[in-house]
């Protein structure tokens, strides 16, 4: 099982990430080509190797041309014809518009704004204001919106099987935010961090900001400083500060140590009947559980009482996403009530590597049992991309690769 592994010794911020992502294998230039998908321009996103305390990673900047200091939109250039521009603050509704318009993946999208959304609840929460009404200070501008888009590109790239995370250093001191100066952390980043192992003080500045913090919260569906796993690449995010210990984000790209056998994880199944919901909401609702931490998501035709047909909607979860599912399922449907019990979900090995076709480049999952691999099958959206592009049927798609597999011994 491939596994994703934040080390936040030093905390985490938007460029911190990035620069961990490059540093562990993303190519900057597939980045910057899927970056450009989004409708945002007047920005170059540099990279370069930097060091903090001997310790060499990539620092990533997102340098913001004077003339090009806001989202270009087409329908808000100026403000009620005064001649002053309109986006020194960017509303959650605008943004959610500007990444769901995009040419970007689905899923990327779909990650996107769910960081978004950890940012979005925590504005309305301190402001006292309906989430599509909150107006983003430091997170709704260019540097940030492609510090957490690109996070989502790189996240749906690495493809890994679980995301985990360490206790995260917040920091200390005072930092200056729109509306005044705060002790450390952040208002915001006081509200997404809640339910996370944190520690604070062990620098004398903010370690983790609110887009590091929401990034976080919407990827890693465990936090731990016990993991047992085999370390396969390591990748550092440089930051801009320095004091005794460097402040860096590591991330490890590992796998499961004991890989020959199945791997039972303790979960939960959380559980609701609904009979009073307009069923076109579940396509939705399913996407955001899964971006919540879900492992699972499905729903099952049932009769309640008075002979009521309804569904019951299911979601296989780690308990540490308890909370997030929890809180998609009273927000995004019409239940009242939830009920949960406690399973273990034993899982195969799997790893995800790409191989190349005549078709183009295909995902390929296959799972191992015993350290053998006993079956294998291409990533459906690979294969639904390819279709489209190409203008040929899915299952024909579905066969030439399979074929491929078949003549390397099923193995990719």
Do not use: W
């Amino acid at each position: 099982m491939k596994i994703l592994y934040y080390d936040c010794f030093a905390g985490i911020s938007g460029d911190m990430n990035l620069g961990a992502m490059i540093d562990l294998g993303i190519d900057p230039e597939y980045l910057k080509k899927e970056l450009a998908r989004l409708p945002v321009h007047g920005y170059e996103l540099q990279v370069e190797k930097d060091i903090r305390k001997g310790i060499t990673g990539t620092r990533v900047q997102v340098v913001i041309d004077d003339h090009h200091q806001h989202l270009h939109k087409h329908d808000h250039h100026h403000e009620h014809g005064t001649g002053h521009h309109h986006h020194d603050h960017n509303s959650f509704a605008e943004i959610r518009h500007l990444i769901l318009s995009s040419a970007l993946d689905d899923r990327v999208k779909n990650l996107s704004l769910s960081v978004f959304e950890k940012l979005a609840y925590a504005e309305a929460r301190i402001h006292n204001k309906p989430v599509d009404e909150v107006h983003f200070h430091e997170v709704g501008a260019i540097d940030s919106i492609v510090d957490i888009v690109g996070a989502a590109i790189c996240m749906n790239m690495l493809a890994p099987d679980i995301v985990q995370c360490s206790t995260v250093e917040l920091g200390g001191g005072s930092v200056r935010c729109a509306h005044g100066i705060y002790p450390v952390p952040a208002p915001a980043t006081t509200e997404i961090v809640k339910n996370m192992p944190v520690r604070k003080g062990t620098v004398d500045y903010e370690a983790t900001t609110p887009t590091g913090a929401a990034i976080l919260a919407a990827c890693v569906q465990q936090f731990t400083d016990k993991s047992n796993f085999r370390i396969l690449k390591t990748g550092y995010g440089i930051g801009t500060k320095d004091a005794e210990i460097p402040n860096v984000l590591r991330v490890l790209l590992c796998e499961t140590a004991d890989s020959h056998d199945p791997e039972t994880i303790p979960s939960y199944i959380i559980e609701c009947n609904i009979d009073d919901m307009n069923p076109e909401f579940y396509d939705y609702i399913i996407d955001s559980l899964f971006n919540a931490g879900a492992r699972d998501v499905y729903v099952t035709p049932i009769i309640m009482k008075k002979s009521r047909p309804a569904v019951k909607l299911s979601v296989l979860c780690t308990p540490d996403a308890e909370d997030r599912v929890n809180e998609v399922l009273f927000r995004e449907t019409s239940t009242i009530g939830i009920r949960k019990y406690r399973i273990d979900k034993t899982m195969l090995d799997r790893k995800i590597e790409t191989i190349s076709t005549h078709l183009g480049e295909v995902r390929i999952k296959s799972a191992y049992y015993q350290g053998v691999c006993i079956k294998s099958k291409p990533e459906y959206e690979d294969c639904i991309k390819i279709a489209r592009e190409k203008g040929i049927p899915i299952n024909q798609v579905y066969r030439e690769v399979e074929q491929q597999l078949t003549g390397k011994g099923g193995k990719p």
